[in-house]
């Protein structure tokens, strides 16, 4: 089946490019837009899309907030945003990810990383721009305000194993090709990692793993 996404993005030729991006490929169709944060929400909501893909800066509320509407920590039923912007500041990447996106992009990055992104949060994955990943890790390692809560059943070996291997941004299939595991195998571990760590998503593991300094 397709992958059913909803794009929202006030800049009208910045939102038909990236329509007809994932429109042209065969397993993804775009079923509705949005232009302003306010818009996001209603047309998700009512749509119910497999993945949102959500402008950092817009109208009425921004990315960040249409992300913890739609994916935030007390949202019961979370969605899956990317979000994509202009803008290479460490803010709002952090703050993308704290409020629940599961990937987040830059509008330079070309037209296979977006696609690749949206096929990940389809498939419970995260993906983030490469060129900002080492920075961020390294902003999350420097600004972590205390170690986190160690889980009361403590990980088994192979956890560990997924876990920094997740940590550095590897997909469920390479993790499996990696370690010579079957991709069932893998996604019972990330399944028992987010359990574990009390976290819903696999940012949210990666996260953890580098505030308590495990990569």
């Known amino acids: 089946m397709s992958i059913r996404v909803v794009v929202a993005d006030d800049q009208d030729l910045v939102r038909i490019g990236l329509v007809m991006i994932l429109s042209a490929q ?24 497999d ?23 007390d949202v019961a039923d979370p969605m899956a945003v990317v979000v994509i912007t202009t803008f290479d500041l460490d803010e709002y990447v952090l703050g993308a990810l704290r409020a629940g ?17 949206v096929h990940a949060a389809a498939n419970g994955d995260a993906l983030i721009a490469p060129n900002v990943t080492r920075r961020l890790l390294a902003t999350l390692v ?13 990980l088994t070996e192979r956890e560990e194993e997924v876990l920094a291997l997740l940590a550095r941004g590897r997909t469920n299939a390479e993790i ?9 195998t893998v996604k019972s571990h990330v399944a028992s990692l987010m ?21």
Not at 51 to 73: C, H, N, S
Not at 176 to 184: D, K, P
Not at 197 to 213: C, F, K, P, Q, T
Request: net charge negative; no cysteine.
């Open 26 to 49: 065969p397993d993804i169709d775009v079923i509705g837009e949005a232009v302003d944060g306010r818009q996001a929400i209603d047309v998700v909501t009512r749509l119910r899309p």
């Open 51 to 73: 993945v949102v893909l959500v402008d950092i800066r817009m109208p009425g509320l921004d990315g960040i907030e249409v992300t913890r509407r739609l994916a935030g920590p």
């Open 101 to 117: 996106a599961r990937g987040f992009l830059l509008k330079d990055a070309g037209p296979d990383l977006l696609v690749q992104a």
């Open 142 to 154: 420097d600004h972590a305000p205390e170690t986190p809560a160690q889980p009361v059943d403590p």
């Open 176 to 184: 499996a090709a990696e370690l010579f595991i079957g991709l069932s």
């Open 195 to 215: 359990a574990k760590l009390g976290v819903r998503n696999r940012v949210e593991i990666a996260m953890w793993a580098y505030h308590s300094r495990r990569v």
